[in-house]
Structure formats: C-alpha cells, structure tokens
C-alpha cells in the first residue's frame, strides 16, 4: 500500500559521525561527547553556578560593534518604525534603483538594510563575519536567503497546481479529505500575511533539487572544529506539496478515530498521554464497524507489541498505522456525516510515487550529509495543513539518525492549541523507543494567515486564542522539555525566540534545575541584525546561542529583507529598546571620546 511506501525510504542505513561546525568559539565541548556530559554532572557541586546576564548593560551587549555599525543599525530599526515608509517600501525600493542604477542601489543596501539583516553574497564573503561574530561567543546557522519573487497570481497558479492530485482533478480526492487539508484558491499565495517564514513554491523535480543541492552547500559550510553547528531545512522545498496535505489528513484522521474510540468509552477531554483505550472494549467497536473480522483484529494487538495492561494510549495507536501489514487494507474511518466507512488514504498514480518517493530521498540524502559533517539539522515548521505529516516524517528521521545524539531537531510551534500533546508524546515516544530527543521552539510564523482560513473554510482555528496564551504555552513546553534535559543528559533544545522574558525565563529555570552552559543542552537562536542586546551577552556569559545567518546576492534576498523590516515593526517593544540601548551606548562612545571604537 502507499502508505508503507511514505515510510520506508527513511528507514535504512546506520549514519556515521564526524566532527561538526559553526559554533561559538566560548562554547566547546568535549570529544568525549554525551559520556563527558554525564561525568560533569556527577561533579556539579564542585560547578560555579549558572552566570548572570544583564540584557541592559548596552557596553556589553555591543562591544563586538564598532560605532558606524551602531549608526546603521539605529537607522535600519528607526525607518523599520514608520508605517508610512513600510507601507511603501517596495514602491521606494524600485524607485531607488531606477533613480541610482544597480550599481550605486547595490552600494546603498550592503550600508543600509542588506548589511543588517544579510552577511553577504556568498560563503566566501560571509566569513569574517562568522569569524568575528564567534569570537565574541556567538555561533551562525548558515540560510541561502534567496527567495523567488513570483507574483501573486504565479503563486497561487503554481500552489494550486501541486497542491492538487489526479484523483482531485476526476474529483475523486478532495470531497473525502478534511476540510483543514483541501486545498482553497483563495490561500495558493502561502506568502500572504506572514513575515517572518520563508515560502517555497513546487514547480518541478528539478526545482527541487536545486533546493537540495543548496540546503547541502549549507550543511557542508556548517561542518568544521566545533561540535555543536547547525543548519536548517523546509521539506515544502524538497517536493510536491500534495503528498504532505494528503499525509496530514490520513494522520490527522487517524488521531481523530481513536478520540472518537475514547469518547465511546467515557474517555473524552484527557490530555493525549493520559488517554487510554480498553483493548477489549476496541475490538468489540471495530468489529461493529465491519472493519475486519474478530479474528483479524485479535492480532493486531497483542502482548508482543502492546503489552500486557490491556489499555492503548496514542503512541500504541499510531503505530499501527506502518507496523501491522495485516492492518494495512483496513485502513478505513467512519464518516462522522455519512456514516460510512472511508479509506484513509487515496491512491496516488506511478508519476506521484515517484513524486514522494523522490522527496523521501532528498530528506535521506540531507539527514546523511548532516550526520557526515557532524551538523545538527533543524525542520523548520510550516502551515498546520502541512504539519503532521512534517512532524512525522522528521519523527521518522530522529529515529534512525538519532540513536546516539539528537541531530535532528522538530521543530514545535506554540502558537497552536495542541502544541503541549504534541511534544509530550515525542518525548514520551523517544523515550520508549530509546532514540535521542532534539526540538527547536518556536512561536509560530502564520497566525494570521491560519486564523483567515479557518475562518474561511469553515474548520476548528489551531491558534491558541490570545497573545498570552501562546506564552503560557511556549513557557509550559518549555519547561516541561528544561525538566526532561535534568533527567536526560542526551536530550537537547533550541530556544529561538526574541522575547527577553522568555530568555530571561529560560535562565532562571535551568539554575533552578542545575542545568549548565557547558552542558550544551539548551542552546539560543535569533536572526542576524535582531536583538543583539540578548545573543551577545547571552554568548559572552558562554551559554551557546546562535545567529541565522542568510547570505546572497542583493536583488535576489530583497523578499528576505522586505520581511525582516516588516517583522522588526511588528516586535515595537522589543525594537523600541534595542534602539535605546544602541543611542545610549553611541552616546558614551561619543562622550568618552571613541570616535574609532574597534571591538577587541
């Protein structure tokens, strides 16, 4: 079945490791590895406690800044801050180049906003930069900024495109699917009302390769002395959108029937891990079904593969999806509106096949290279119509290429409602099944684009309700992933985020749970250009944080940089007091008298 094909070309072949990359130069760890963590712990009271960071002192926070930078830097983020220029920036951008030529528009950009947020043309040119910024503790994740500058009507022709199968095309496909994952004209431009994600567009394999070929370029850059570099990937890039709308539905309808189980058995409202399943009770409701015999359904679970409580909870359930091949024909849900039974997942054509398949490869070829070069590879987070089947197959990777040290990192957006179920059950998943845990936090990059659709295709909106409560959740899975590192040494977490309070919380929890710098469990990530004032002291107190560095050709990242102006306005308080920080700190400059300030 199509099914087991999703899942079988990222199971294969035992990695092997090597030295990794572009990571702080205060921030090095033993070649000991995981072994040399668990023996500093054995010692932790002979430790100094956790450093302090003062994300006010603006002498620190910019010593790595020479003045002319501080002057740039209070420029980019004071324009950032007008509406009327922001509003029009595009129309100012072309006109500037018809007004100064390329050459000279060039030259006005790498002073100005191209020299902000961008480290350069090429990896040659971003080395200095990655030399000086790692001098000063802070590492870079390498980002081939280039995004494609198609209109919004070639965007949503090539999204509708290869969002749509053969079998929607003969209208065979789309009416079964859930209403979150069809595709809807008026959402082609996935670019539309987000500003701080990049967007991929499927046009053809070909494409797609070329995606590969970069996201390698920056994994090879990435390697090098240090073990703890990174780099970060889209699978959007890597293949036709179609196979993860329709994998997203197949998982999300699959998660659906067994609360739907749950709620037949008075189990309805539990949190995801608490949620449990009387075997017995299941297979006199799947046998009602006329699902499969109760012969048939007496060996799908068994001693052997649940145990013996006579309960299954979510995991359990899961994993019947790809593990019994008996199971594989009755893949089949009931239809709450028609009552009937309907088969999980429609069939795909030899071209589509070939389609996922070949996306499967390039995930396998990146995971490999990454695992070579000793690079910790992150899968970035995208629509929620995408998400499950992005989760599950980096889920599928951790498995293989995680058994001695997390090098692949999922990444957990906690903007959504169901972010906390989300994460417990992978940590409860690698637990069972001993393989290492990695994730990167995030907020979320679409809400307002998730929020409009919903709205307009009529489904339940996945963003939690308020501003607030997507802290409360962000913190609450962060903390929950700081106690699991006390216990854990081999686990590890990435905090990107701009939000001080967030940093400040994160501090605060791992002195209060002896979690250490040198540890290299919990690392920090921000763009380049954004929020100085927390990487750099945040470096220089050793604790390992990073910088997403983009790099490329003026004309060809001016999308990355339109978004980044855009974000910077949307963050007004967290702006606001960098430019404050960055006007004090030049004005003692100034009133001292270094006027030719080189950071030393």
């Known amino acids: ?54 994300f006010g002192n603006a002498q620190e926070a910019y010593r790595s800044r020479r003045n002319w930078e501080l002057a740039r830097s209070l420029l980019v983020l004071r324009l950032c801050a007008s509406p009327a220029l922001l509003a029009r920036h595009e129309q100012l951008l072309h006109l500037s180049r018809r007004l100064l030529g390329q050459r000279l528009f060039d030259k006005l950009m790498k002073m100005t906003f191209y020299g902000q947020f961008v480290a350069g043309e090429d990896q040659e040119s971003i080395r200095p930069l990655i030399r ?17 500058d198609l209109s919004p009507e070639e965007a949503e022709r090539q999204e509708m495109e290869s ?16 209403k979150q994952y069809q595709v809807h004209p008026a959402f082609g431009d996935r670019r539309d009302g987000v500003i ?12 797609c390769d070329r995606h590969m070929e970069t996201f390698l370029r920056c994994i090879e850059a990435s390697g090098g002395a240090s073990d703890d570099g990174f780099s970060a990937i889209k699978l959007t890039a890597l293949g ?6 329709q994998f997203s539905d197949v998982l999300t309808k699959w998660r659906r029937f067994f609360h739907q189980m749950a709620a037949e058995q008075g189990k309805a409202g539990l949190a995801a891990m608490d949620t449990k399943l009387e075997v017995a009770a299941l297979q006199e409701s799947v046998a009602k079904m006329g699902i499969a015999s109760r012969k ?31 199971l594989s024909k009755h893949l089949v849900v009931p239809n709450m509106q028609t009552g009937q039974l309907e088969p999980l997942l429609s069939g795909f054509t030899e071209e589509e096949q070939r389609q996922m398949s070949r996306m499967l490869q390039r995930m396998d070829v990146l995971a490999k290279k ?20 992005i989760s599950r197959l980096t889920l599928e990777m951790q498995r293989k290429f995680n058994m001695e040290k997390p090098l692949i990192f999922n990444t957990y957006q906690c903007y959504l409602r169901d972010a906390y179920d989300n994460i417990t059950m992978d940590v409860e998943l690698a637990r069972r099944e001993g393989w290492c845990f990695g994730a990167k936090l995030v907020r979320g990059a679409y809400m307002a684009q998730e929020r409009a659709r919903a709205a307009e295709m009529g489904y339940e909106d996945p963003i939690n309700p308020t501003y607030e409560a997507t802290n409360t959740m962000y913190h609450r899975c962060l903390d929950y992933v700081l106690e699991l590192l006390k216990h854990n040494a081999k686990a590890k977490v990435m905090v990107a985020t701009h939000n001080e309070d967030t940093v400040r919380f994160t501090l605060r929890r791992m002195e209060e749970l002896g979690l250490y710098p040198a540890d290299h469990q919990v690392y920090f990530g921000q763009l380049l250009g954004m929020c100085d004032q927390i990487s750099f002291p945040l470096g220089q107190a050793g604790f390992p944080v990073y910088k997403y560095v983009p790099y490329g050709p003026v004309m060809e990242v001016l999308p990355y940089l339109s978004r980044r102006a855009l974000e910077n306005s949307s963050i007004m308080k967290g702006a606001q007091q960098e430019r404050q920080l960055l006007w004090q700190e030049l004005k003692r400059r100034l009133c001292t008298g270094s006027l030719f300030y080189h950071p030393a």
Not at 35 to 54: H, I, K, N, Q, T
Request: hydrophobic letters at 35%.
């Open 163 to 178: 969002c749509t199968s053969e079998a929607d095309r003969k209208g065979r496909g789309t009416s079964k699917r859930e």
């Open 296 to 326: 048939e359904i007496e060996k799908w679970f068994t001693a052997e593969t649940l145990g013996v409580s006579g309960t299954l909870d979510l995991l359990d359930w899961n994993s019947l999806i790809n593990t019994r091949t008996e």
């Open 132 to 148: 000086h910024n790692r001098a000063f503790g802070v590492g870079s994740i390498l980002d081939y900024g280039v995004e494609e």
């Open 196 to 207: 701080s994600a990049r967007t991929y567009f499927y046009a053809n394999e070909a494409k």
């Open 1 to 54: 079945m199509a099914l087991s094909r999703i899942l079988s070309v990222v199971r294969s072949c035992t990695p092997r490791l090597a030295p990794l990359s572009t990571a702080p130069a205060t921030c090095k760890q033993s070649a000991a590895g995981p072994g040399a963590v668990l023996g500093c712990r054995a010692a932790e009271s002979a430790r100094p406690p956790v450093p302090a960071v003062d």
């Open 240 to 245: 036709r959108p179609q196979f993860l709308l």
């Open 370 to 389: 990454a695992t070579e070069a000793g690079v910790r590879l992150m899968v970035d987070a995208e629509q929620t119509y995408f998400q499950p089947a």
